[in-house]
């Protein structure tokens, strides 16, 4: 709990410090709704938004729990649009965890995502997005930083621009193949996924988001996966990005906090 309360001192000097350089400016106009810079956090995947060409993203993520793991995990996002309304992408880390004396612990990979994502079309103030995300078992199990599980989910996106906000929801199923962690064998499920956000321009440079996302157990010994997530995009130059959320854990099966710092280069 420590590491994410000196990486909330962080996140909070880093919006002060973004909020210190803005000037005053007058009323941001309707915002874009497929805007690539302004992308959501946990739910970076199941958002709507499609990359301008390539977006190039690297994390430190701390995770507090869930009991009796901890772990610190560095990440690299990438994602690609080959072709008009279609993204490419791919991310995967390398961490370590901290466990009780009883279980191990250690370091090495996480399981590797990957995805793909088309846009629809759009209405005046709409845009839908479908997408298929892969997870390969890459991760070391025995460590705690993977399942040893393969899994496939499938998802509908949508963005809805308001007045002064871009307003986001998904769903989608997922099926989990029987894996393990830390020795324990876990029985595979199709679990259920549902999630909201709002994104809101503080300014032309600076956005708050909000999100809550929920999935249903993923394997039959674990928890449901509910996360309220709060964060910060602040473009620091045409191309360059400052990210930074805090996630709460509502339910057992999710982290109790976790604390994301990035920094993306979008071209």
Same mark, same amino acid.
């Given at each position: 709990?420590?590491?994410?309360?000196?990486?909330?001192?962080?996140?909070?000097?880093?919006?002060?410090?973004?909020?210190?350089?803005?000037?005053?400016?007058?009323?941001?106009?309707?915002?874009?709704?497929?805007?690539?810079?302004?992308?959501?956090?946990?739910?970076?995947?199941?958002?709507?938004?499609?990359?301008?060409?390539?977006?190039?993203?690297?994390?430190?993520?701390?995770?507090?729990?869930?009991?009796?793991?901890?772990?610190?995990?560095?990440?690299?996002?990438?994602?690609?649009?080959?072709?008009?309304?279609?993204?490419?992408?791919?991310?995967?880390?390398?961490?370590?965890?901290?466990?009780?004396?009883?279980?191990?612990?250690?370091?090495?990979?996480?399981?590797?995502?990957?995805?793909?994502?088309?846009?629809?079309?759009?209405?005046?103030?709409?845009?839908?997005?479908?997408?298929?995300? @892969? #997870?390969?078992?890459?991760? &070391?199990?025995?460590?705690?930083?993977?399942?040893?599980?393969?899994? !496939? /989910? *499938? $998802?509908?996106?949508?963005?809805?621009?308001?007045?002064?906000?871009?307003?986001?929801?998904?769903?989608?199923?997922?099926?989990?193949?029987?894996?393990?962690?830390?020795?324990?064998?876990?029985?595979?499920?199709?679990?259920?996924?549902?999630?909201?956000?709002?994104?809101?321009?503080?300014?032309?440079?600076?956005?708050?988001?909000?999100?809550?996302?929920?999935?249903?157990?993923?394997?039959?010994?674990?928890?449901?996966?509910?996360?309220?997530?709060?964060?910060?995009?602040?473009?620091?130059?045409?191309?360059?990005?400052?990210?930074?959320? @805090? #996630?709460?854990?509502?339910? &057992?099966?999710?982290?109790?906090?976790?604390?994301?710092?990035?920094? !993306? /280069? *979008? $071209?």
């Amino acid at each position: 709990m420590k590491t994410v309360l000196r990486g909330t001192l962080v996140l909070a000097c880093v919006l002060v410090c973004a909020a210190s350089n803005i000037q005053a400016q007058t009323p941001t106009a309707q915002p874009q709704q497929m805007f690539g810079a302004d992308r959501l956090f946990q739910a970076f995947v199941e958002d709507a938004a499609i990359v301008p060409t390539q977006w190039w993203e690297g994390q430190i993520v701390f995770f507090d729990g869930p009991d009796p793991l901890d772990s610190t995990v560095a990440m690299v996002v990438a994602a690609i649009q080959p072709r008009q309304g279609l993204e490419f992408g791919g991310r995967v880390g390398f961490g370590n965890t901290d466990a009780p004396a009883s279980l191990p612990d250690g370091s090495g990979a996480t399981d590797l995502d990957l995805w793909g994502k088309w846009h629809l079309g759009s209405t005046t103030q709409s845009d839908f997005t479908v997408g298929l995300l @892969l #997870t390969i078992p890459t991760g &070391d199990d025995t460590a705690g930083l993977g399942n040893d599980s393969f899994g !496939a /989910a *499938i $998802f509908g996106a949508l963005r809805h621009g308001l007045n002064n906000a871009i307003f986001t929801a998904h769903a989608g199923l997922r099926f989990n193949e029987d894996g393990m962690i830390l020795g324990i064998p876990l029985d595979g499920t199709t679990s259920g996924i549902v999630g909201v956000g709002i994104i809101v321009p503080l300014a032309d440079r600076l956005s708050v988001v909000g999100e809550a996302n929920v999935e249903s157990e993923r394997f039959e010994q674990l928890d449901s996966d509910f996360r309220l997530v709060g964060g910060v995009n602040w473009r620091t130059s045409n191309r360059g990005t400052l990210r930074g959320a @805090l #996630t709460l854990g509502i339910t &057992d099966g999710a982290p109790d906090a976790q604390l994301i710092l990035g920094y !993306a /280069a *979008i $071209f």
